[in-house]
Protein backbone atom coordinates (compact mmCIF):
# COMPACT_ATOMS: atom_id res chain seq x y z
CA UNK A 1 0.00 0.00 0.00
CA UNK A 2 1.26 3.42 -0.82
CA UNK A 3 2.12 6.04 1.94
CA UNK A 4 3.48 8.85 2.89
CA UNK A 5 4.25 10.32 6.42
CA UNK A 6 5.44 13.66 7.19
CA UNK A 7 7.58 15.04 9.55
CA UNK A 8 7.39 17.58 12.13
CA UNK A 9 3.42 17.93 12.32
CA UNK A 10 4.17 21.11 13.61
CA UNK A 11 7.12 23.48 13.52
CA UNK A 12 7.97 26.96 14.70
CA UNK A 13 10.55 28.83 13.53
CA UNK A 14 11.85 32.56 14.43
CA UNK A 15 12.16 35.08 11.08
CA UNK A 16 15.00 34.31 9.56
CA UNK A 17 15.49 30.56 11.10
CA UNK A 18 16.21 28.57 8.69
CA UNK A 19 14.62 24.86 8.51
CA UNK A 20 13.91 21.88 6.61
CA UNK A 21 10.52 19.97 6.28
CA UNK A 22 10.53 15.95 5.64
CA UNK A 23 8.39 13.96 3.49
CA UNK A 24 8.80 9.83 3.88
CA UNK A 25 7.15 7.73 1.06
CA UNK A 26 6.80 3.52 0.40
CA UNK A 27 4.91 3.45 -3.12
CA UNK A 28 5.41 0.88 -6.02
CA UNK A 29 6.62 2.71 -9.01
CA UNK A 30 7.16 6.79 -7.85
CA UNK A 31 5.62 8.77 -11.26
CA UNK A 32 5.93 11.69 -8.78
CA UNK A 33 6.36 13.77 -5.59
CA UNK A 34 4.47 17.01 -5.03
CA UNK A 35 4.61 19.82 -2.87
CA UNK A 36 1.63 22.13 -1.82
CA UNK A 37 1.10 24.75 0.56
CA UNK A 38 -2.28 25.33 2.53
CA UNK A 39 -3.87 28.23 3.78
CA UNK A 40 -5.74 28.29 6.44
CA UNK A 41 -9.54 27.80 4.84
CA UNK A 42 -8.53 27.87 1.23
CA UNK A 43 -7.39 24.71 -1.14
CA UNK A 44 -3.79 23.54 -1.37
CA UNK A 45 -1.35 26.10 -3.71
CA UNK A 46 0.74 23.99 -6.04
CA UNK A 47 4.43 24.22 -5.51
CA UNK A 48 7.03 21.52 -7.00
CA UNK A 49 6.98 18.46 -8.80
CA UNK A 50 9.66 15.90 -8.67
CA UNK A 51 10.10 12.82 -10.54
CA UNK A 52 13.47 11.62 -9.93
CA UNK A 53 16.28 11.13 -7.10
CA UNK A 54 18.59 13.60 -6.85
CA UNK A 55 16.44 16.06 -8.65
CA UNK A 56 15.96 19.60 -7.02
CA UNK A 57 13.61 22.68 -7.47
CA UNK A 58 14.02 25.96 -6.08
CA UNK A 59 11.13 28.94 -5.72
CA UNK A 60 11.84 32.15 -3.94
CA UNK A 61 13.48 30.88 -0.27
CA UNK A 62 11.75 26.97 -0.91
CA UNK A 63 14.04 24.20 -2.16
CA UNK A 64 12.93 20.75 -2.38
CA UNK A 65 14.75 17.97 -2.93
CA UNK A 66 13.92 13.99 -4.14
CA UNK A 67 15.97 10.63 -2.88
CA UNK A 68 14.21 7.31 -3.36
CA UNK A 69 12.80 7.05 -0.14
CA UNK A 70 12.24 10.81 1.12
CA UNK A 71 11.52 14.50 0.10
CA UNK A 72 12.74 17.51 1.85
CA UNK A 73 11.47 20.88 1.63
CA UNK A 74 14.52 23.11 2.26
CA UNK A 75 13.41 26.74 3.92
CA UNK A 76 16.07 29.33 3.92
CA UNK A 77 15.62 32.94 5.98
CA UNK A 78 12.06 31.81 6.58
CA UNK A 79 9.55 35.13 6.74
CA UNK A 80 5.83 35.03 8.37
CA UNK A 81 4.50 34.93 5.20
CA UNK A 82 5.61 31.57 4.98
CA UNK A 83 3.42 30.41 7.59
CA UNK A 84 1.37 27.34 6.34
CA UNK A 85 0.69 24.03 6.05
CA UNK A 86 3.18 22.05 3.49
CA UNK A 87 1.57 19.02 2.28
CA UNK A 88 3.15 16.03 0.19
CA UNK A 89 1.75 13.94 -2.00
CA UNK A 90 2.85 10.70 -4.22
CA UNK A 91 1.70 9.49 -7.63
CA UNK A 92 2.19 5.77 -8.17
CA UNK A 93 2.02 3.65 -10.71
CA UNK A 94 -1.57 3.48 -9.75
CA UNK A 95 -1.90 7.21 -11.05
CA UNK A 96 -3.80 8.65 -7.78
CA UNK A 97 -2.57 10.73 -5.94
CA UNK A 98 -1.66 10.17 -1.64
CA UNK A 99 -1.63 12.89 0.21
CA UNK A 100 0.31 13.08 3.83
CA UNK A 101 -1.03 14.83 6.72
CA UNK A 102 0.71 17.85 6.28
CA UNK A 103 3.57 19.85 8.13
CA UNK A 104 1.86 23.10 10.34
CA UNK A 105 4.43 26.29 10.00
CA UNK A 106 4.60 28.89 11.86
CA UNK A 107 7.58 31.67 11.05
CA UNK A 108 7.26 34.29 14.15
CA UNK A 109 8.31 37.66 13.23
CA UNK B 1 -6.73 32.81 -7.64
CA UNK B 2 -6.24 29.19 -9.67
CA UNK B 3 -8.97 28.90 -11.84
CA UNK B 4 -11.11 26.20 -9.79
CA UNK B 5 -14.11 27.62 -8.60
CA UNK B 6 -16.04 26.10 -5.79
CA UNK B 7 -19.90 26.85 -4.66
CA UNK B 8 -20.84 27.27 -2.06
CA UNK B 9 -18.15 27.56 0.03
CA UNK B 10 -20.39 26.99 3.30
CA UNK B 11 -22.72 24.91 4.16
CA UNK B 12 -24.76 23.45 7.05
CA UNK B 13 -27.49 21.48 6.73
CA UNK B 14 -29.50 18.49 8.58
CA UNK B 15 -29.32 14.70 8.35
CA UNK B 16 -32.42 14.36 5.99
CA UNK B 17 -31.40 17.34 3.80
CA UNK B 18 -30.26 17.02 -0.23
CA UNK B 19 -27.82 19.13 -1.50
CA UNK B 20 -25.12 19.72 -4.00
CA UNK B 21 -21.59 21.16 -4.29
CA UNK B 22 -20.51 22.39 -7.42
CA UNK B 23 -16.97 22.52 -8.71
CA UNK B 24 -15.79 24.35 -12.35
CA UNK B 25 -13.05 24.55 -13.43
CA UNK B 26 -11.53 27.11 -16.42
CA UNK B 27 -8.16 25.70 -17.44
CA UNK B 28 -9.02 23.41 -19.89
CA UNK B 29 -8.27 20.37 -17.72
CA UNK B 30 -9.59 16.67 -18.61
CA UNK B 31 -9.32 15.13 -15.11
CA UNK B 32 -10.67 16.57 -11.94
CA UNK B 33 -10.98 14.95 -8.44
CA UNK B 34 -12.79 15.13 -5.63
CA UNK B 35 -11.14 14.52 -1.85
CA UNK B 36 -11.99 15.02 1.50
CA UNK B 37 -10.04 16.73 4.25
CA UNK B 38 -10.94 16.46 7.71
CA UNK B 39 -9.44 17.91 10.77
CA UNK B 40 -5.76 16.01 11.54
CA UNK B 41 -5.93 13.59 8.63
CA UNK B 42 -4.51 13.40 4.74
CA UNK B 43 -6.92 14.42 2.15
CA UNK B 44 -8.94 11.60 1.10
CA UNK B 45 -9.46 10.87 -2.61
CA UNK B 46 -13.44 10.26 -2.93
CA UNK B 47 -13.69 10.18 -6.95
CA UNK B 48 -11.63 10.50 -10.15
CA UNK B 49 -13.28 11.70 -13.55
CA UNK B 50 -11.25 11.56 -16.81
CA UNK B 51 -12.55 13.13 -19.71
CA UNK B 52 -15.81 12.99 -17.96
CA UNK B 53 -15.96 9.06 -17.37
CA UNK B 54 -15.53 7.95 -13.76
CA UNK B 55 -12.59 6.38 -13.18
CA UNK B 56 -12.22 5.81 -9.42
CA UNK B 57 -14.18 5.37 -6.43
CA UNK B 58 -12.56 4.91 -3.74
CA UNK B 59 -14.76 2.74 -1.54
CA UNK B 60 -17.06 6.14 -1.14
CA UNK B 61 -20.40 5.56 0.75
CA UNK B 62 -23.52 6.00 -1.64
CA UNK B 63 -24.84 8.59 -0.02
CA UNK B 64 -22.39 10.34 -1.59
CA UNK B 65 -23.44 10.70 -5.26
CA UNK B 66 -20.94 12.19 -8.21
CA UNK B 67 -21.77 14.04 -11.68
CA UNK B 68 -19.44 15.18 -13.98
CA UNK B 69 -21.39 16.45 -16.92
CA UNK B 70 -18.94 17.80 -19.14
CA UNK B 71 -14.94 18.42 -18.28
CA UNK B 72 -15.11 21.41 -16.94
CA UNK B 73 -18.27 20.80 -14.15
CA UNK B 74 -18.40 18.38 -11.16
CA UNK B 75 -20.84 17.96 -8.75
CA UNK B 76 -21.09 16.12 -5.46
CA UNK B 77 -24.60 15.27 -4.27
CA UNK B 78 -25.14 14.84 -0.59
CA UNK B 79 -28.26 13.25 1.05
CA UNK B 80 -28.79 11.26 4.25
CA UNK B 81 -25.22 12.71 5.58
CA UNK B 82 -24.09 11.38 8.72
CA UNK B 83 -22.35 13.94 11.03
CA UNK B 84 -18.78 12.48 10.32
CA UNK B 85 -18.89 13.42 6.68
CA UNK B 86 -18.66 17.14 7.94
CA UNK B 87 -15.23 18.08 6.27
CA UNK B 88 -13.75 20.67 3.84
CA UNK B 89 -14.46 19.27 0.72
CA UNK B 90 -11.71 19.85 -2.23
CA UNK B 91 -12.24 20.13 -5.99
CA UNK B 92 -8.58 19.85 -8.16
CA UNK B 93 -8.22 19.30 -12.10
CA UNK B 94 -4.99 18.41 -14.00
CA UNK B 95 -4.59 18.78 -17.11
CA UNK B 96 -4.08 15.57 -19.63
CA UNK B 97 -0.62 14.57 -19.75
CA UNK B 98 0.73 17.08 -16.56
CA UNK B 99 0.73 16.16 -12.68
CA UNK B 100 0.10 18.49 -10.61
CA UNK B 101 -3.16 18.85 -9.31
CA UNK B 102 -5.16 22.54 -9.01
CA UNK B 103 -7.09 22.56 -6.51
CA UNK B 104 -10.41 25.27 -5.68
CA UNK B 105 -10.98 26.78 -2.15
CA UNK B 106 -13.35 23.96 -1.23
CA UNK B 107 -16.95 24.06 0.39
CA UNK B 108 -16.81 23.75 4.35
CA UNK B 109 -19.65 21.12 5.11
CA UNK B 110 -20.95 21.06 8.55
CA UNK B 111 -23.73 18.31 8.87
CA UNK B 112 -26.08 18.73 12.06
Known amino acids: EDQVTQSPEALRLQEGESSSLNCSYTVSGLRGLFWYRQDPGKGPEFLFTLYSAGEEKEKERLKATLTKKESFLHITAPKPEDSATYLC??????????FGPGTRLSVLP | ETGVTQTPRHLVMGMTNKKSLKCEQH?????MYWYKQSAKKPLELMFVYNFKEQTENNSVPSRFSPECPNSSHLFLHLHTLQPEDSALYLC???????????FGPGTRLTVT
Open chain 2, 27 to 31: LGHNA
Open chain 2, 92 to 102: ASRPTGGHEQY
Open chain 1, 89 to 98: AVQANGQNFV
